[in-house]
């Protein structure tokens, strides 16, 4: 069965204090892996996707690697307003298209 | 270009009765995701469907759910006989193929069930 496991579940930086944020996943061949955030009260919203392993991606303070059983967000010199949840999710070669999600990273950047 | 659009966004339900979500996807979008949240969770995949077909319905409780997405107008998702466990946010996404592309999520409509 496709799994998304996201860790840790909560995550408290200071202002300037750089961190990574993992996302590990078993899936029957992935055709993608994807990164969401998503800010109380609101729908996700997507930030990237990835398709092979050691391929990177980046956009302003966050930068998404991927390997064949995980993937890292990195967010540098986090601001207070990147405080949110980050959601990981995989789509299977096989099967359907559906997006499988993990159960997300709370993120709270303190001033 | 409108987003994906929900509504309602906030439904209040008594035990029993009935709740219907509504979802319009992005124009030119042909493929609709229903998504369940409880508090402080992730996203649990229900129903995946593309104009008047259901492509997979392996997260949808068998009974008391149904989904349809008809040729013309929004899709719905339908709970009957709602039960207290129903409260949640059900998130709908679009995507325009069946391929590797990012999903538009709507805001979410917020069941309570009373």
């Known amino acids: 069965e496709d799994q998304v496991t996201q860790s840790p579940e909560a995550l408290r930086l200071q202002e300037g204090e750089s961190s990574s944020l993992n996302c590990s996943y078993t899936v029957s061949g992935l055709r993608g892996l994807f990164w969401y955030r998503q800010d109380p009260g609101k729908g996700p919203e997507f930030l990237f996707t990835l398709y092979s392993a050691g391929e990177e991606k980046e956009k302003e303070r966050l930068k998404a690697t991927l390997t064949k059983k995980e993937s890292f967000l990195h967010i540098t010199a986090p601001k207070p307003e990147d405080s949110a949840t980050y959601l990981c999710?995989?789509?299977?070669?096989?099967?359907?298209?559906?997006?499988?999600f993990g159960t997300g990273t709370r993120l709270k950047v303190l001033a | 270009n409108a987003g994906v659009m929900q509504n309602p966004r906030h439904l209040v339900r008594r035990r029993g009765q009935e709740a219907r979500l509504r979802c319009s996807p992005m124009k030119g979008h042909s493929h609709v995701y229903w998504y369940r949240q409880l508090p402080e969770e992730g996203l649990k995949f229900m129903v995946y469907?593309?104009?008047?077909?259901?492509?997979?319905e392996s997260g949808m409780p068998k009974e008391r759910f149904s989904a349809e997405f008809p040729k013309e107008g929004p899709s719905i998702l339908r709970i009957q006989q709602v039960v207290r466990g129903d409260s949640a946010a059900y998130f709908c996404?679009?995507?325009?193929?069946?391929?590797?592309?990012?999903?538009?999520f709507g805001e979410g409509s917020r069941l309570t069930v009373l």
């Open positions: 999710a995989v789509q299977a070669l096989r099967g359907t298209y559906k997006y499988i």
């Open positions: 469907l593309q104009k008047e077909n259901i492509i997979d």
């Open positions: 996404a679009s995507s325009p193929l069946e391929s590797t592309g990012e999903l538009f």
